[in-house]
């Protein structure tokens, strides 16, 4: 079970009022998330004190995840970095997915 803050019922809400929001765009049957969901977790619980909202949005909720216009999410799981409600910029990991490339990555774009 992920207990990051799942977004998908705000997204735009919290885009708009936040300066950073860092978004895992997922999918529940997709192996790769499943896979990724416990750094996922272990990256929000060591930022949750931080100026950057962590986040999840279920694109299976979400119907315009790959609007190409909006977000262009092309598979799962995709990680965007918002600043100011605009997509900032998209971090592509390589394997293995973990807490602390997700950290090193996000240090770099600040």
Same mark, same amino acid.
């Given at each position: ?18 300066? $950073?929001?860092?978004?895992? +765009?997922?999918? !529940?049957?997709?192996? +790769?998330?499943? =896979? ?7 990256? $929000?619980? #060591? ?6 909202? =962590? #986040? ?14 909006? @977000?262009? =999410? *092309?598979?799962?799981?995709? $990680?965007?970095?918002? *600043? ?8 592509? !990991?390589? @394997? !293995?997915?973990?807490?602390? =490339? ?9």
């Amino acid at each position: 079970v992920l207990f990051v803050q799942d977004i998908s019922n705000n997204l735009e809400e919290v885009l708009a009022t936040n300066q $950073y929001v860092f978004v895992q +765009f997922s999918v !529940p049957w997709c192996a +790769f998330t499943q =896979i990724a969901e416990e750094e996922w977790e272990n990256f $929000y619980n #060591a930022n949750n004190d931080s100026d950057v909202v =962590i #986040a999840n949005v279920n694109c299976d909720i979400i119907k315009d995840c790959q609007n190409k216009d909006k @977000y262009d =999410i *092309k598979g799962f799981p995709s $990680y965007i970095l918002f *600043k100011d409600g605009n997509k900032n910029a998209e971090f592509k !990991p390589t @394997y !293995p997915r973990q807490q602390q =490339i997700f950290q090193e990555w996000l240090n770099r774009q600040m």
